[in-house]
């Protein structure tokens, strides 16, 4: 669903961005030369483990997390950075499972807006809108956001590896604060994320500097600053784990690296 009013934002195509670069990785069209460039520069880095393994072992954890929280009684979804539309997105799943599941996709990159709203036309309770976490008034008061979600009641909000394109000095921790002050108790954090615990320190000095012209640059953080985002959320069991690790039996399994921490976390009443 959309209000179709808004014109689509022009974009600068010869800086690789993060959206294009992820749908490159997963075989995805929506893609330019500069992404396709620095996306072949990670692979000549690392192989498949970044370009490949990561992006679906992610992918596979969004999936299991809608499914836990649909079936949890979660009818309303916020996909922060959701990227360019690929099979299995957060509406398909919810929707197949509670049909008056309402989903709406956000990122700042305008090309998802505009491939969004073809994907979704014939889709009356879900909508794309482009804006950026960085400014989360925008997103939380946008009427097409407001238009599908009531923060009377749960919600789950979903930041799958958007956080590690948010430097420090653009503060994250404020950033899910002004999330989480809209949210009623019952609502949920679901957060992945690029660690340092683990991977080579040669090798994620080879991403960062792939990522440094990009649109957003690329931060890895320890495992402490990555559970010190859920601050005013109650983790869910098993809590900050890898990705591929965090409750299989709600879906396909995907690879397993070491790259990545994740969660999901719910918002008690105070």
Not at 44 to 69: C, K
Not at 87 to 96: K, L, P
Not at 120 to 134: C, F, S, W
Request: charged share 25%.
């Amino acid at each position: 669903m959309s209000t179709g009013n808004d014109e689509i934002p022009s974009f600068d195509v010869s800086k690789p961005s993060p959206a294009r670069m992820y749908d490159f990785f997963l075989g995805g069209k929506d893609n330019f030369p500069a992404d396709r460039e620095a996306g072949a520069k990670v692979n000549a880095a690392l192989g498949d483990v970044m370009t490949h393994d990561i992006v679906w072992e992610n992918r596979r954890f969004l999936q299991r997390t809608v499914r836990y929280l649909t079936e949890s009684g979660i009818k309303q979804f916020i996909d922060l950075g959701t990227g360019l539309p690929t099979q299995g997105n957060v509406h398909e799943i919810a929707q197949d499972l509670e049909p008056e599941a309402r989903v709406v996709y956000v990122d700042n990159d305008p090309i998802v807006l505009a491939h969004g709203r073809a994907l979704l036309a014939t889709n009356a309770t879900t909508t794309v809108i482009t804006a950026d976490i960085r400014d989360p008034a925008a997103i939380l008061d946008n009427v097409d956001l407001g238009a599908l979600i009531d923060f009377s009641q749960p919600v789950a909000v979903l930041f799958m590896a958007i956080f590690h394109f948010i430097r420090d000095s653009e503060d994250p921790a404020g950033i899910l604060a002004a999330f989480r002050k809209r949210l009623a108790p019952g609502s949920y954090l679901a957060l992945s994320h690029l660690t340092t615990d683990g991977p080579d320190a040669g090798e994620v000095d080879q991403v960062v500097d792939v990522y440094k012209n990009a649109t957003s640059p690329i931060v890895f953080r320890p495992r402490q600053e990555i559970t010190g985002l859920f601050d005013g959320f109650e983790l869910t069991d098993p809590g900050i784990t890898r990705p591929w690790q965090w409750r299989p039996e709600y879906g396909v399994k995907g690879p397993q690296t070491d790259w990545l921490l994740g969660g999901v976390a719910r918002l008690d009443g105070a």
